[in-house]
């Protein structure tokens, strides 16, 4: 299948993409509880399959592009392709398709419930344009302090309020395990994490790039200003000249970025 070449991708969008699938994978690549793929044809991938997993139990779909940035249309049959691996669930990222209405319908029309118009802003900080201090509070999360922070995490979204699901512990575990690769921090009050920040470095592949994975707060310690600390603290401990970048999806979050500094 030939692909119509339509775009020269922006930089901030193939560096936040880069970033986005790069650090699911990290974790995904060693757990069967959370499983990421990204599925599009290549040369050497010409079942459409993801090559690192047997089952694939979620996937976000991407859409290819070469080395000088020129972005593909998916395959007109992509849904069908999804379908037939065997894929319950997926995101589509249609920043940049040309023909979004037609992918998502081709999705409806084989079954798939889809929640369409979900808008998140990609966000990015200069390190060397911002002079944030060290929180005293904010400490570096341990393998001794996961369960702790996946108690906040699922708090934070619901997920359950006393005990945090298998895959979700899994997973920050994982990330704790990677400290080159992850750098996870947590201020804790009253002997309780109130509100955690995973920063995602990819030290190996890029030196000057970075990634907020995740961030939340417990409903309880919210308004207290204890996200932007957390936040702030993970910022100053990056090198100079690192172009970090998130994603937000509300009013709320995208005030607390810009106050740290992103835009």
Known sequence: MVHRARSILPRWYAEAKFLQSESMREVS????????????????????????????????????????????????????????????????????????????????????????????LVMCLDTGSVGLGESRRATRVTEKE??????????????????????????????????????????????????????YTPWEKSRDLAYVQVMGTDPEFRRLGLAYEVLAHAVALLP?????????VDSAAIALYEKVGFK
């Open 29 to 120: 690549d060693t757990t069967d509880n959370f499983i990421f793929g990204r599925i599009f044809r290549t040369p050497t991938n010409r079942e459409h399959r993801d090559a690192n997993h047997l089952r694939i139990a979620f996937c976000h779909l991407e859409f290819p592009w070469d080395c000088s940035g020129v972005l593909a249309d998916p395959p007109l049959d992509i849904a069908r392709i999804v379908k037939d691996i065997g894929v319950d669930r997926c995101t589509v990222d249609c920043t940049l398709i040309g023909n979004a209405d037609n992918v998502l319908g081709g999705f409806e029309k084989m079954g798939y419930l889809s929640e369409r118009g979900l808008e998140d």
């Open 240 to 248: 100079k000249g690192v172009r970090l970048y998130l994603e937000a």
């Open 146 to 199: 996961v369960l702790d922070v996946a108690l906040c995490n699922s708090r934070s979204f619901a997920y359950g309020d006393d005990v945090p699901p298998a895959w979700l512990v899994e997973k920050l575990m994982r990330q704790a395990q990677q400290p080159d690769s992850f750098r996870v921090y947590a201020v804790y009050v009253r002997e309780r994490v109130a509100t955690f920040v995973v920063v």
